[in-house]
C-alpha cells in the first residue's frame, strides 16, 4: 500500500489540527480522530535523527512564538502590567479563542482586548481590556487611511454663508475610546 | 521563459522598519530592495509614505509571505485583489512568494509549511500559481522554503518538486540558498545537487540569510549573518547558473544598516571573483582544446 489515498487536503487539516493543539502535539495526536492506519509516521516521515512527534513541535513552537512576539510588541504595556508568564498564559488561551484567519500578521492579535473582557485576570487587573484596546487602536490608527487635515486657511477660504450647512468628518486616523479607568496613564507608564 | 524576461537588479537587501529613516537620509548605494508584500498592504500611514519614498530612488521587488499557493482551501481574492492594489502603486520589478502552504480551513499558521513532493502537490500548486498569474497580469516568482519534516509519501525530491512545479506553472524561481543548505542538513541530502537540478533560465533571483544551529536541526530565523557555508554554497550556484540578482535577508535581531549593506557588498565581491574564475578557466579549456 502506498500513501497515495493520503490526499492534500486531508494531510493539510491534520498537520493543522497537530500544530495548534494547544497542549503539545503528542497530546494533539492522541486525539487525533482521521489518522490513517499507521499513524502520524503514515504522514510524516520518520528517522533516526528526530521522530514525526518531534519534527511537528518545530512548527509548533514557531506558530505559538510567532504569535506570541506579534502579541507582545503589538500590546507592550499589557505584557508589562501582567508579567511574562501571565502573558504567556494569555496568548496560549487567546489563539485557542481567536486562532488567526487573516493573511497579514497584522491582524493575528485584533481581537485581544475582546478576548480579555471575560478572562479571570481581570479580577487582579480590572482595567486590562480597556489598556489593550487603547494599544491596539494606536496601532490601527499608525495604519489608517490617509486624507487631508483641516487647517486654518481651508477654514478661512469658506464664505460666512456656507456655514450653517457645513459638515466635518473625523480623519480616518481618529478612534474614540471610552474607559472608567485611566489607561492612559498605564500606557505612558508602562 | 528566459531569465532575461526579468531584468538583472544586482545586489539589494530587504526594507525593513529599524532601517527606514536611514535609507531615506543617506540613500546608500544599493541597487535595490526587496518589501514584504503584507507589510504595506494597509490603508495608508506612515509604512505607504516610506515605501513610495524608497521606489522614488530605487527598484522595488514584492516578497510575499501569506499567498499560501499550496493550501487546498480556494484562492483569497480579497487578498489577491490587495496584492494587485500595491503592485499597482509601487511598479514591483517582480512578485514573488513561497511554494509552501500557510493555513488550512480558513485559518493561518503564519509559518511556510512544506507540501508533500507529489504529482497532485504539483499540479495542484502550479495550476493555482497560474490562476494568480492571470490575475496579476505577470509571471511569479516562487522560492524553496525550509523545513523540518519530509512526507512519507512525497515520491519526488524537492529539487524535483521545485522543477516541476516552475515548469508546470511556467513561473520564475526565487532560490533561497540558505535555505538549501538548512534543508540539506536536516533532511540529509547533498546541496550541489539540489542546485544542479535548478532549470537555469527560471532562475531570477538568490536569497542569502543566516540560520541557527539547534544540534539535530538548523533553523531558517533569518537573526544571524550567512554562514561561511552558505557563502561557498552560493559561489557553488553563481558557478553553476551565472549571475543572478541578489538579495540579503535579516528578520530577526536586525543589526544597523551597515552590516546589511556590507554583506551586499560581499555578495557583489563573491559574485565578480567567482565569475572571473569561471571566465578564466573557460578560456584556458578553450586554449587547450584549440592547441
Known sequence: MTGDDIDLRRLQEIIYRLIVAPTGVAEGLAQEMTLPAGGLERLVASDDCMTPIERVEIYANAYFYRILDVLKEDYPATLAVVGADNFHNLATGYLIDCPPTEPSIYFAGRNFAAYLTTHPLRGRFPYLADLARLERSTLESFHAADAKALDADAMRAISPTEWPALRMRAHPATLLLESTWRVDRVLRAA | MKRSDFPRLGFGVGLRRPHYAEILESRPPLDWFEVISENFMVAGGRPLE??????????????????????????NRTYLRDLRDLATRIEPVWISDHLCWTGVGGRNLHDLLTLPHTEEAVLHTAGRIRQVQDFLGRRLLIENVSS???????????????????????????????????????HRFDARRYIDAMPVERVVQFHLAGHADHGTYLLDTHDHP???????????????LGAVSTLIEWDDHIPEFAVLAATAAEARDREARTLAANRDTASALGGTSHS
Open chain 2, 50 to 75: 516610506v515605501v513610495d519614498s524608497v521606489r522614488a530612488h530605487y527598484p522595488l521587488v514584492m516578497h510575499g509571505v501569506s499567498l499560501s499557493i499550496g493550501t487546498t482551501d480556494p484562492l
Open chain 2, 148 to 186: 523540518y519534516m519530509t512526507y512519507a509519501h512525497s515520491r519526488l525530491t524537492e529539487w524535483e518538486f521545485l522543477a516541476a512545479v516552475a515548469d508546470e506553472a511556467d513561473c520564475g524561481i526565487l532560490l533561497d540558498i540558505n535555505n538549501i543548505f538548512v534543508n540539506a542538513f536536516n
Open chain 2, 226 to 240: 550567512v554562514r561561511p557555508e552558505v557563502w561557498e554554497l552560493y559561489e557553488y550556484a553563481l558557478r553553476r
